[in-house]
């Protein structure tokens, strides 16, 4: 079985400009997430989805960041214009949600890698 | 802002030897979990705990959990090479994971 599928593995940008990450989680999955992880932390959480729905989108700064999950399925986190501090990895997990797994274990993505120049 | 606090940040021993790390958290949970993630990779499930369960354990790893002191270790018996990489704590509230900052293993040869 396919796990999370991330792409790109590795991005390098100039600052201002935009960057897209995509995100396919595991299939029958309904809850998806995206976190950041800045070198030597844990990771944090930007957005959770379930299904189509944001149901917790407190710690995405909205200002620049962005992210839509249109037919509940895969996901795009947008960030414009991006700035030096943006430069982190952004790892995408799901999980079957809390109806179906209520003792939720979430499965990883291998990351996005930003740098910011 | 992130949660829990792993403890050490860093640990290096030899191969053979036992591995433990501390996590502590701060408010409630459901369960709390465990994650590994190597260099450049994504994390990967390890083991879960649940907050009525005392102790736990998988293979080489033993979890314990004291809901009282808000605080979980993770044992790593008989070390490997191949366990050299990061551990996270997460602490769970229903579908919220909240990391800790990890704690850096090496295992050396």
């Known amino acids: 079985e396919a796990g999370v599928v991330q792409s790109p593995r590795y991005k390098i940008i100039e600052k201002k400009q935009p960057v897209a990450f995509w995100c396919n989680p595991i299939?029958?999955?309904?809850?998806l997430y995206w976190y950041l992880q800045n070198l030597g932390q844990g990771p944090e959480l930007l957005i959770r989805?379930?299904?189509?729905?944001?149901?917790?989108d407190s710690q995405l700064p909205k200002d620049r960041f962005s992210a839509e999950r249109l037919k509940g399925v895969d996901s795009t986190l947008k960030i414009q214009p991006a700035e030096l501090g943006d430069s982190a990895v952004y790892l995408c997990?799901?999980?079957?949600?809390?109806?179906?797994?209520?003792?939720?274990?979430?499965?990883f993505g291998p990351g996005t890698r930003l740098t910011v120049l | 802002s992130q949660q829990g606090e792993e403890d050490p940040q860093a640990l290096s021993i030899q191969e053979g030897e036992n591995a433990t790390m501390n996590c502590s958290y701060k408010?409630?949970?459901?369960?709390l979990q465990w994650y590994r993630q190597n260099s450049g990779r994504g994390l990967v499930h390890l083991i879960l705990i649940r907050s009525n369960e005392r102790e736990k354990h998988s293979g080489r790893l033993r979890v314990t959990l004291d809901t009282s002191k808000k605080s979980s270790s993770l044992l790593i018996t008989a070390s490997r090479a191949a366990d050299t990489a990061s551990y996270f704590c997460?602490?769970?509230?229903?579908?919220?994971?909240?990391f800790g900052k990890g704690t850096k293993l090496s295992v050396i040869p």
């Open positions: 989805y379930e299904n189509e729905e944001a149901v917790d």
């Open positions: 997460a602490s769970t509230w229903f579908d919220q994971l909240t």
């Open positions: 408010t409630s949970i459901n369960n």
């Open positions: 997990a799901s999980s079957l949600g809390q109806r179906e797994a209520p003792y939720n274990e979430q499965f």
């Open positions: 299939s029958g999955h309904n809850t």
